[in-house]
Structures are given as C-alpha cells and as structure tokens.
C-alpha cells in the first residue's frame, strides 16, 4: 500500500520551519494533482507575501557566490530568504548537480534561510519543471525570493515568467556585453549587473557596452529605466546597492499597480507550459481559450480543472 504524502495546509506550513515547507516541496514534485496539494498552492498563491528577485546570466559569470553575498545582506536588513537555484541536471542520475552550491555558506541552523536545488533536466530557458509552483509556496513564506537560474545562452527569457524583477549578470572581458547586445535576453532584466568589477577597465568598458545596447532597446512598457551597475560580491562591492534597487523596483511595481497583473500574467503561462508539456500542442489547443477566460482564477485549480479533463479525453479517445 502507497504511503500516504504528508501535505501541509498553509498554515502548518507557516508554522513549521524548514522541514515543513520541505515536506510541501517535495509533495509539489511527487503528487502536483493531489487535490490537498492543488488546495495549498491555491493558499500560497493567494497569499503573496516576498518580493522574487531572479539571477541570471552565462555560466561563471559569479552568480552563486552573488546570490551568497546578497543573502548575506539581506539578513542584515531582518529579511528571510528563500532560495531557488536550478542546476545543471546529471545525465546519469537526472538530479541536480551542486558544484556551484558549495560557493554558498549559509547557517543550517538559520530558519530564516532556506535553499532548494533544483534540476533543470530536458528543460532549457534557465528554469526546471517545479520552479514556478515552489517560488509560490516561498513567496507565502519568505520576505525575499531568490531564483538563481542555470546558466544561460542569448535568448532563453523564462525567469521574466517567474520573476517580479530580472537581474541580468555580465562578465567583464569575456565578450558577453557585445554577444547580448543583440539577444532577446537585453528585453528582459530590470537590473543589468556587470560583475567582478574589481576587474577595473575591463568592468568600465563592459558597462559602456551595456548602456549602449539599452540605448537600442525599446524602453520597457512599465515606464521602468533599466539600471547598470557593478558589484564585487567578493569584495562585497556594490551588494547593498544592487539590494536597493531590487527593492526600488518592488516598490515600483506595487506604486503603480503592475504587480498584481504581472503575476497573473506569470501564472498562465505556467498553465500553458506546463500543459503543453503534458499534452503536446494540439492537447494545449483544446483548452487555450478557456486558459485565457479564466485569468482571475488560481493558476493551480485552473490547471488541475484542464489536466483532469484533458486526460479524460486522452483516455476515452475523444482527440
């Protein structure tokens, strides 16, 4: 006989620290249609409680040891955090592989820190299949979300999918500013961030770059100006500013009322991702009008509804 999951409600979610939300995870990953787990996820998502801050960049552009350094300021300000970082996947195991994570030196015993890795697996654009339900989860939880993406090419964009702000890293001297300056990814971050920038001249020329790629770009249509900044997170340059302007753009975002939309917005395109995944593209077709009809609905009762009715069809033979 299977074991019975045991799925936390919200408030018991709340209340139990690490081992509790852990718990919540890993029933998100083993049972996403089990109604108990669709209820929760209808709580989180009804709850939003962080501001989700995404990291992305090439690989060994600095990113874990930034995420390190950011966390590490973010908890002297009395914030919680929590992380999402999505790692190359093992081509054996299919599990996450967690070099990077040993660049990150939080305290276990910490409550108001937690990390999950996550395998990025077949899926390309930066993300893994559970980011975004695992992000509403923590963002019921935590005073900060962070998503720290696998690292990515010219145009995988999926973090705009998840995040409330995109923070676009560059290395200096590595080509990357020229390389971007004609990819998708310069439509995306809020933030561009030219790391390492104890590098000296090269971090001067590489922000020179940037802001004449922005200058390109079509202004974003949330009257927000995209800032170019430089940080050390060695040396723990720049970080507190880099956390200000996060924080800045949050504000932004709720003053003029983008945010709400921006995340409904967020949740049906996991509807259609993940469905699409599911079902395939004509599977998808079946139900994309009623996904855009019901955009004021939770993402999760939505998608639960579409999955059950469209593997009645896939069963029955009704396609």
């Known amino acids: 006989m299977a074991r019975r999951l045991d799925i936390p409600a919200l408030d018991e979610l709340l209340k139990g620290g690490k081992a509790a939300l852990a718990r919540a995870l890993a029933a998100v990953e ?3 249609d089990d109604p108990r787990t669709v209820e929760l ?4 998502w ?5 501001t989700v801050a995404g990291l992305t960049g090439p690989p060994g552009v600095g990113k874990s040891t930034l995420t390190n350094a950011m966390v590490s300021e973010w908890r002297k300000r009395g ?3 929590g992380i999402i970082a999505v790692d190359p996947s093992s081509r054996r195991t299919r599990g996450a592989l967690l070099g990077d994570r040993t660049r990150m030196v939080t305290d276990p015993a910490d409550q108001g820190v937690f990390i999950r890795s996550m395998a990025a697996r077949e899926r390309l654009g930066g993300l893994a299949d559970l980011t975004f339900p695992a992000l509403v989860l923590m963002r019921a939880v935590f005073d900060v979300v962070l ?3 696998v690292g990515i090419g010219q145009s995988e964009t999926d973090i705009a999918d998840v995040a409330d702000t995109v923070v676009f ?3 200096p001297g590595s080509g990357d500013s020229l390389q971007f300056m004609k990819a998708g990814i310069m439509e995306v971050p809020d933030i561009t961030l030219v790391t390492k920038a104890d590098m000296g001249p090269a971090a001067s020329r590489a922000v020179a770059d940037v802001r004449g790629a922005l200058g390109l770009s079509e202004a974003p249509s949330t009257g927000w100006q995209v800032k170019v900044l430089t940080v050390s997170a060695t040396k723990g340059e720049g970080v507190a500013g880099l956390v200000d302007e ?3 753009h949050g504000s932004h975002l709720s003053t003029d009322d983008i945010l709400p939309g921006k995340r409904r917005e967020q949740g049906l395109s996991w509807v259609r991702s993940s469905l699409g995944g599911r079902f395939g593209r004509e599977g998808l077709s079946l139900v994309a009008e009623e996904i ?3 955009a004021q609905r939770s993402p999760f009762a939505l998608h639960a509804d579409l999955s059950s009715r469209l593997q009645r069809k896939w069963r029955d033979g009704d396609h």
Do not use: Y
């Open 30 to 32: 083993a049972a996403p």
């Open 41 to 44: 996820l209808d709580a989180a």
């Open 46 to 50: 009804a709850a939003p409680r962080a």
């Open 79 to 81: 914030k919680t955090v």
């Open 147 to 149: 998503v720290e993406t």
């Open 169 to 171: 890293c560059i290395q």
């Open 246 to 248: 996060i924080e800045a």
């Open 292 to 294: 855009s009809s019901n």
